[in-house]
């Protein structure tokens, strides 16, 4: 378990944390949800003792972190591979570095799952220059988890990665969460987060403003369906909403509002049918809808 108790940071005037309290359980997929700024990334630095609290107390199954640390995976949403080295012995590299007690003669990686999972044999003694931006995002991946620890922390792994990556990337954490590993994960999709995390906290202005599994946040938004309309003449659509007293919000051209009834496409096109509207969905309330109803209202 991860125990963080009244947790601080600031970096010169801003406050990026402030008295954070949180409890990881062993085997838990948490889902680190915030905006841009918020903390995330920086709550993971200090989990792994990168950058320095301001105040507060991490534990890691109640021992300090230098105590534990050969027990944890870190993938950087920065590609932090040396250029210089093959994809082989960068991999080398980075098991050595947390399993201190392997000399470089007993390295054997087809021993490792996750490189016969991936199966990158034909690239393992290409010069990292020598990648496509996605197979430098599976290489850093794989580096981050090579000596099989039992907690990861993943940032933004997906990010800048082409779908057929990305896509094998969110398979092997699904199959990490099979062999009951504990793992914190920030993303930002939220379609990916949905599948597999078993429980959600929101950061924002420091705190913990909201937590829970999917059901839990589905409940406490309280809403069914979400509507999302586009049209030019916004000015009528805002009239009709605000005498039905719906909640919404505008994303770009699109306004998205919120039902709490069970609305589907017939029943919306018939309740808007005089607001000229451009085009309309309706969708079932998921985690990326949920998440902009609790960051927009």
Do not use: W
Request: hydrophobic content about 35%; some cysteine; aromatic content about 10%.
């Amino acid at each position: 378990m991860i125990t963080i108790k009244n947790l601080s940071k600031s970096y010169e005037n801003i406050t990026v944390l402030k008295d954070l309290n949180l409890e990881i359980r062993d085997r838990e997929i948490l889902g680190i949800l915030g905006r841009n700024g918020s903390g995330k990334s920086t709550l993971i630095h200090l989990i792994l003792n990168l950058i320095k609290k301001d105040s507060g107390k991490i534990e890691i199954d109640e021992k300090a972190f230098e105590e534990i640390k050969g027990c944890i995976g870190y993938v950087p949403q920065e590609i932090s591979l040396y250029t210089n080295l093959s994809v082989k012995r960068n991999i080398e590299f980075f098991l050595r570095t947390y399993k201190t007690n392997i000399s470089k003669k007993d390295v054997n990686l087809k021993n490792y799952n996750i490189i016969n999972y991936f199966k990158i044999e034909k690239i393992m003694h290409y010069k990292i220059t020598k990648l496509s931006g996605g197979q430098k995002g599976l290489i850093n991946f794989i580096c981050g988890i090579i000596h099989e620890p039992k907690i990861l922390l993943l940032d933004e792994v997906s990010t800048g990665l082409d779908v057929e990556t990305s896509n094998k990337i969110t398979g092997y954490i699904r199959k990490l969460k099979e062999e009951q590993k504990t793992i914190i994960i920030i993303s930002h999709n939220l379609n990916e987060l949905e599948k597999i995390c078993s429980r959600f906290i929101l950061l924002e202005n420091g705190k913990i403003k909201i937590g829970g599994n999917f059901e839990q946040l589905k409940d406490k938004v309280n809403y069914k369906k979400v509507i999302i309309i586009k049209t030019d003449y916004e000015n009528i659509l805002v009239k009709k909403l605000n005498s039905k007293k719906l909640e919404f919000f505008r994303q770009d051209k699109y306004f998205i509002i919120y039902s709490k009834e069970e609305i589907n496409l017939e029943k919306g096109i018939k309740f808007f049918k005089n607001e000229k509207i451009k085009s309309l969905e309706v969708l079932d309330l998921n985690l990326e809808y949920i998440y902009l109803y609790l960051t927009n209202f």
